[in-house]
C-alpha cells in the first residue's frame, strides 16, 4: 500500500478521481476514457501513469489496446475516498452515462459481426466449433430438462438439445441470429425451443427456472465472463448444473477482428476460478479437441454444479 501522502496527493486532482470512479465499475481504454472524458489523450495517459505509478491502476493488453482497472493500492481509505468523491464530483453522474454508452458500443460491435453472418454460421469456420466436444458435453447431460443456452446463435445446439429436452431457452444478442434460429427450427417441426433476444449478463430468464445452463463457444464472447457466469448461477435451480464449451486459452490475436472474440479463450484455471466465484462446486475441466490446421484451437469443456 502507498503511503497516505502519496495516495492523497495522487487523487486529490479531480480529473484522476474521475477516472478512478469510472475504472471501479468497468475497464476502459484511454480511447473510451477520451470520449467519455472530453479529455486529450496526453492528459489522460499523463493521470494514467501517475495512478500506475501509485499502484491504483493497472493494465492489460488486448490485441491493440491497453484496458486500465483498478490496482490493489490503496484499502479501505481509498475506497472510502472514492464513495464520497462519487457523490461530491458533480460530473460524476454524467461520466458514468458516458461509460454506459461507451460499453454499448463494444457490445453492439460484437453484435454487428454475428448479425453480418446470421445464416451463414454453419458454413463458415468458426474456431472451437466442432461436433466432437459437442458430443462429450451432450454425454452429461440428464434428460429431460429444463436448458438455457446462452450465445445460442443460429440454435444448432438448441435443435439437437431439444430432441430430448423438457424446454430450451435460447438466448442471443443479434436479432438475426434469433431469426435464423426461429426459421430452422420451424422447418424442422421443432416446438419446444423458446428463442429469447438478450445478453449472457442479463439474461432474461427468471431466477431458478432452469435445470442446465449452456454456454457453446459463446463465454469468450462476452465482456465480463464473471457476470456470465453469475447470471447462469442466478437462473439454475439449486443442483443444477453449467456445461461450458469454450477455447483454452490461445495467442491467435486475429480472433478479435475476425470472430469478434473478446478474449482468446480460457485457461482451466481461470475457468475454474470464475465458476467458485459465481457459486459453482465440484468443477471439472477437461480438454476434449484440438484442431490440426493453424492456429490448433483446442476446446476446453468445462461442467460444475450450483450449491
Known amino acids: 500500500m502507498p503511503s497516505i501522502v502519496k495516495l492523497l496527493k495522487v487523487v486529490a486532482d479531480p480529473n484522476r478521481l474521475r477516472i478512478l470512479l469510472l475504472l471501479r465499475r468497468e475497464e476502459l481504454s484511454v480511447a473510451e ?29 488486448t490485441g491493440k489496446n491497453n484496458f486500465y482497472h483498478l490496482g ?36 453492439d460491435k460484437m453484435r454487428a459481426f454475428f448479425d453480418s453472418v ?48 423438457e424446454r430450451v431457452i435460447a438466448v442471443d444478442s443479434s436479432a438475426k441470429m434469433i431469426d435464423v434460429g426461429r426459421e430452422l427450427a420451424r422447418r424442422h417441426g421443432v416446438k419446444n425451443i423458446d428463442y429469447r433476444p438478450g445478453d449472457m449478463e442479463e439474461v432474461p430468464i427468471d431466477s431458478g427456472a432452469v435445470d442446465l445452463v449452456f454456454f457453446s463457444q459463446s463465454l469468450h464472447h462476452a465482456l465480463h465472463p464473471e457476470r456470465a457466469l453469475a447470471e447462469a448461477a442466478r437462473i439454475l435451480r439449486p443442483g443444477g448444473r453449467v456445461v461450458i464449451l469454450d477455447l483454452l486459452k490461445h495467442r491467435f490475436e486475429e480472433a ?14 481461470d475457468l475454474e476460478a470464475m465458476l467458485h466465484k459465481a457459486g459453482f462446486v465440484h468443477t471439472e475441466t477437461t480438454l476434449v479437441d484440438k484442431e490440426l490446421d493453424a492456429p490448433q484451437f483446442q476446446t476446453l469443456l468445462a461442467v460444475a454444479t450450483k450449491s
Open 33 to 61: 476514457l477520451q470520449e467519455i472524458l472530453g479529455m486529450g489523450q496526453s492528459t489522460i495517459s499523463t493521470h494514467l501513469s501517475q495512478l500506475r505509478q501509485a499502484g491504483l491502476v493497472e493494465d492489460r493488453r
Open 72 to 107: 490493489p493500492a490503496g484499502g479501505s481509505l481509498f475506497e472510502e475516498i472514492l464513495e464520497k468523491a462519487g457523490k461530491e464530483i458533480p460530473e460524476a453522474s454524467q461520466d458514468r452515462n458516458g461509460m454506459r454508452r461507451v460499453v454499448k458500443k463494444r457490445q
Open 118 to 165: 446470421a445464416g451463414r454460421l454453419g458454413k463458415d469456420y468458426v474456431p472451437g466449433k466442432s461436433w466432437k466436444s459437442l458430443a462429450e458435453a451432450l454425454l452429461r447431460l440428464l434428460p429431460p430438462l429444463v436448458i438455457a443456452d446462452l450465445g445460442a446463435g443460429e440454435g444448432s445446439s438448441a435443435l439437437l438439445l431439444s430432441q430430448r429436452a
Open 256 to 269: 478479435r477482428e475476425l470472430y469478434a472474440d473478446q478474449w482468446l479463450g480460457f485457461s482451466e484455471a
